[in-house]
C-alpha cells in the first residue's frame, strides 16, 4: 500500500481557510485517485471531496460545496482548501489514496490511508 501523510490542520475562527496537504509515498499522477474524509467529533467518517487520477473529475458532499476545492499536482501530492470555515467543519481529516483511479465518494478495502489531521473551527 502506498504511505499518506495529511498536513495543515489547526485552529481557525469561523470564515477563515484552511490549506490541508496530503503526500504520497510514490508518484500518484495519472495512477491514484486521491481524496478526503472527516469524522467529527463523536460521528461516523464521511466524504468530502475526492479527484479522478488525471484530475478530471471532481466528487464533493453537498455541505461542503462552493467553500472546499479539492486539487492536486502532476506529482504525488493533493490539497483541500477550504475556505468559509463553520464550526461544523470541526473534524478529524483523513487522506484516501485509491489505485482504482476513479474520482470516489465512498470508501473502499483498497484504499491507503493517512493518520488524519484536525481541523478545528471556533464560533
Known amino acids: 500500500q502506498v504511505h499518506v501523510v495529511e498536513s495543515g490542520g489547526g485552529l481557525v475562527q469561523a470564515g477563515g481557510s484552511l490549506r490541508l496537504s496530503c503526500a504520497a509515498s510514490?508518484?500518484?499522477?495519472?495512477?491514484?485517485?486521491m481524496g478526503w474524509f472527516r469524522q467529527p467529533p463523536g460521528k461516523e467518517r464521511e466524504f468530502v471531496g475526492a479527484i479522478s487520477r488525471s484530475a478530471g473529475n471532481l466528487y464533493y458532499v453537498d455541505s461542503v460545496k462552493g467553500r472546499f476545492t479539492v486539487s492536486r499536482d502532476y506529482a504525488n501530492t493533493a490539497y483541500l482548501q477550504m475556505n468559509s470555515l463553520k464550526p461544523e467543519d470541526t473534524a478529524v481529516y483523513y487522506c484516501a489514496v485509491d489505485p482504482w483511479g476513479s474520482a470516489f465518494s465512498a470508501p473502499n478495502f483498497e484504499f491507503s490511508w493517512g493518520q488524519g489531521t484536525q481541523v478545528t473551527v471556533s464560533s
Open positions: 510514490e508518484p500518484t499522477w495519472g495512477t491514484y485517485a
